[in-house]
């Protein structure tokens, strides 16, 4: 079956381009701060440790409105860092915020060997990406309609609505037709749940705009809160096509080194499977589970769910934090189970002169029932089992890359990042990996990153300039994989340029 979004078809894509041409005059439905700046969520992320910030901040995009109030707040002296971060916030925000002005996009990107395994920040997917569009915000409604021409596509779609939104306020809360990318949770790598690897899907999206307290004492504990809710529809070519995709977050920080999320995604429906109130509840309820409380025939999808949780505290003057996600495969007696893993530890702080830095040490699993050591799994792990599933066989999966951690199934990888932003917002970013692509060997047609165990080596250097003429991202890196079946190894090196230049 040939794929409708080759025609901008799936509703969610006709939707975005009617409402865009609609829409005329949104406090604040948008706009977001998108996924794919590490700068500038570490920089978002020194204020939220400081204090600056009160807001949640795992679940991206987040909103503009929310961030730029409590900066409005700020008063007395910062130390140099947080200071530095401050300003950079209040510019970016100075930029994205102007009601009534059309903002003008444009983006070309260049990639020799494509990045395959994506991390928070934006790489090109493709080996060419040149990109258009506009942006505007009001007092009720808001929207982006960006248009990408992509050369040699893996996925046979030449041109994308991806970025695209529009949006309305409705009192504290937004509705958008969106197709932005997302990323649950604090790793800098990774998400087990949900993130920016795969294209975004097309959704209809209900975000919390301010995260404000609830004002009753039984439940002021909870601190500020955001909450979203998302039902999409993937691609045509799957093994069912046109599946729902249905996500929910919920984050709060009932302290402020404090920052807790439980996550829950499922898919759906789609052709040939039925869609009705029925299938609904018993996806929401958790009945899912064939044989034990539904009938495999009435087996409304594939579901996960889970926990994360971020701490920061400060030792001998070292601002420092740590975090974890958990995220199950499958339910019993309603709570998520099976779990692949997540265990990080970062710090930040000012190098002197050189400017602010960050560090981060991640280490993902994605085995169901990973085990708490770094072999080849316990009697408990249960291969080829995330991001499967024997009714949507297809997976957790957007046209073929993982919804969540770009890894796939069955992975062990160890992470060491950086990231340094001098005076003159100019960043530089390393990245070092190293670990095991599908590690019990299982051979496994279904992940897309490697089918059976393979050792996985990676290193990337990265380098941001602003200048008056756009912003301009190079990086260099070179992967090494070694099949241990067949005993033969590989390298590439790869290179992508990449030139974002908003207003004029």
């Not at 080759?6 to 381009?17: H, N, S, V």
């Not at 700068?39 to 949640?56: E, F, K, T």
């Not at 019990?440 to 165990?453: H, S, T, Y």
């Amino acid at each position: 079956m040939a794929d409708s979004n080759t025609r901008f078809g799936p509703w969610p894509y006709r939707a975005l381009t009617l409402a865009a041409l609609l829409t005329a005059s949104v406090a604040h439905g948008g706009p977001w701060v998108e996924v794919g700046r590490s700068d500038l969520r570490s920089d978002i992320q020194i204020l939220a440790d400081a204090g600056v910030i009160q807001g949640a901040v795992t679940t991206w995009p987040l909103a503009w409105s929310d961030i730029a109030a409590d900066l409005a707040e700020v008063s007395g002296a910062l130390p140099d860092y947080q200071e530095a971060a401050l300003m950079r916030v209040r510019a970016a925000a100075g930029q994205q915020m102007r009601s009534g002005e059309v903002i003008n996009h444009a983006r070309l990107a260049l990639a020799e060997k494509p990045v395959q395994i994506r991390s928070f920040e934006t790489t090109p997917r493709e080996k060419g990406e040149a990109q258009v569009g506009a942006s505007w915000i009001g007092d009720r409604f808001a929207y982006r309609l960006q248009s990408t021409f992509v050369w040699d596509p893996q996925d046979d779609k030449n041109l994308r609505l991806d970025g695209s939104y529009a949006g309305m306020a409705l009192g504290n809360w937004s509705l958008a037709l969106s197709a932005q990318d997302r990323w649950w949770g604090p790793g800098w790598q990774s998400s087990l749940i949900y993130s920016n690897n795969a294209r975004p899907i097309p959704s209809i999206v209900l975000d919390r705009s301010s995260t404000e307290p609830f004002q009753s004492k039984w439940l002021a504990w909870i601190g500020h809160w955001d909450l979203t809710v998302q039902v999409g529809q993937m691609e045509s070519s799957r093994a069912i096509p046109d599946t729902v995709f249905f996500g929910m977050r919920l984050n709060f920080r009932p302290f402020k080194n404090l920052e807790l999320g439980l996550s829950r995604t499922a898919q759906l429906c789609g052709d040939g499977r039925s869609c009705d109130f029925g299938i609904w509840t018993d996806m929401l309820i958790g009945n899912d589970n064939r044989g034990t409380n539904v009938a495999p025939e009435d087996e409304p999808g594939n579901q996960l769910a889970g926990y994360d949780l971020r701490w920061s505290y400060q030792a001998f003057g070292q601002p420092f934090a740590l975090y974890t996600q958990l995220i199950g495969e499958d339910e019993g007696n309603r709570f998520p189970q099976k779990f692949s893993g997540q265990l990080g530890f970062e710090t930040w702080g000012q190098l002197e002169s050189l400017g602010t830095y960050r560090l981060f040490f991640e280490w993902s699993d994605t085995l169901c029932n990973f085990p708490l050591v770094f072999g080849d799994g316990g009697s408990g792990s249960q291969p080829n089992c995330t991001y499967n599933h024997p009714i949507y066989e297809s997976g957790y999966r957007r046209y073929g890359r993982p919804i969540a951690a770009a890894f796939d199934n069955d992975a062990s990888i160890f992470t060491l990042g950086t990231l340094l932003t001098d005076s003159r917002s100019n960043t530089w970013r390393l990245r070092l990996g190293f670990g095991n692509l599908n590690r019990l060997g299982e051979p496994d047609p279904a992940n897309r990153v490697a089918q059976v165990k393979t050792r996985y080596r990676e290193i990337e250097l990265a380098h941001r300039r602003t200048t008056a003429f756009g912003d301009f991202n190079l990086g260099v890196g070179y992967e090494r994989r070694a099949n241990t079946v067949t005993s033969r190894s590989e390298g590439d090196a790869r290179v992508y340029v990449e030139w974002v230049y908003d207003t004029w």
